[in-house]
């Protein structure tokens, strides 16, 4: 089991910054991809971002493109989404996840382990 643990979301006002980490255990840390979820009320979980189990190559859904950044720290077994320019639309439960597969897809269904959430809300 690997457990993940997401922390830094809150309340900012719309054009502001957050800075979420989410801190990995219990299993080798660089064996996975890492990726980046969000949840709005009542709507389904998206996709948000994906970083190789290396570091090397990272995946951006559309929406976040040029304002998010996603990034490791495998000697620390620590990811981190840098989210700049925020919007009230990217206000959601914001969940990070572990792949074992090194095929690069949006599905959560392909994660193997998820934290908890953090929430982030952008108020305009």
Do not use: H
């Not at 949006?106 to 929430?119: E, H, L, R, V």
């Amino acid at each position: 089991q690997m457990q993940l643990v997401e922390s830094g979301g809150g309340l900012v006002q719309a054009g502001g910054s957050l800075r979420l980490s989410c801190a990995a255990s219990g299993r080798t840390f660089r064996n996975y991809a890492m990726g980046w979820f969000r949840q709005a009320p009542g709507k389904e979980r998206d996709f948000v971002a994906r970083i190789s189990s290396s570091g090397g190559t990272t995946y951006y859904a559309d929406s976040v493109k040029g304002r998010f950044t996603i990034s490791r720290d495998n000697a620390k077994s620590i990811v981190t989404l840098q989210m700049n320019s925020l919007k009230p639309e990217d206000t959601a439960v914001y969940y990070c996840a572990a792949d074992s597969s090194p095929i690069t897809s949006p599905s959560p269904y392909q994660y193997d382990y998820w934290g908890q959430g953090t929430q982030v809300t952008v108020s305009s």
